[in-house]
């Protein structure tokens, strides 16, 4: 079982930039895409972005786009997730997530909840106006 750690999270005023780590722990054979969620209060979960295991496909929610940047170093066991111009629609707990792929997926991503199999706890952002 892999377990994940994110962090980064911070009150920040709008504009500014915050930087999310995702820390995964478990059996290193494992391979897997990564996905970052968020959600804000009385809200639902929603897709922020996504990354293959190789790293070359990635996939953006249309909203944070061009302001957002994922990326992952799987030496570290690690992914990222770069924020820039944040806004106050930002504010919200950031899940990270990952989804076990075989090696006829390691170009694939994915944007549905239920695809992925492990979550961390979560990191909370919040953007001031």
């Known amino acids: 079982q892999v377990q994940l750690v994110e962090s980064g999270g911070g009150s920040v005023q709008a504009g500014d930039s915050l930087r999310l780590a995702c820390a995964a722990s478990?059996?290193?054979?494992?391979?897997?895409?990564m996905g970052w969620f968020r959600q804000a209060p009385g809200k639902e979960r929603e897709f922020v972005s996504a990354i293959s295991w190789s790293g070359s496909e990635t996939s953006y929610l249309d909203s944070v786009k061009g302001r957002f940047t994922i990326s992952r170093d799987n030496a570290k066991n690690t992914g990222y997730l770069q924020m820039n111009s944040l806004k106050p629609d930002d504010t919200a707990v950031y899940y990270c997530?990952?989804?076990?792929?075989?090696?006829?997926?390691?170009?694939?991503?994915?944007?549905?909840?239920?695809?992925?199999?492990?979550w961390g706890r979560g990191t909370q952002v919040t953007v001031s106006s």
């Open positions: 478990g059996p290193t054979f494992i391979r897997y895409s």
């Open positions: 997530a990952i989804r076990v792929v075989d090696y006829t997926e390691y170009e694939m991503v994915s944007s549905l909840p239920r695809e992925y199999n492990s």
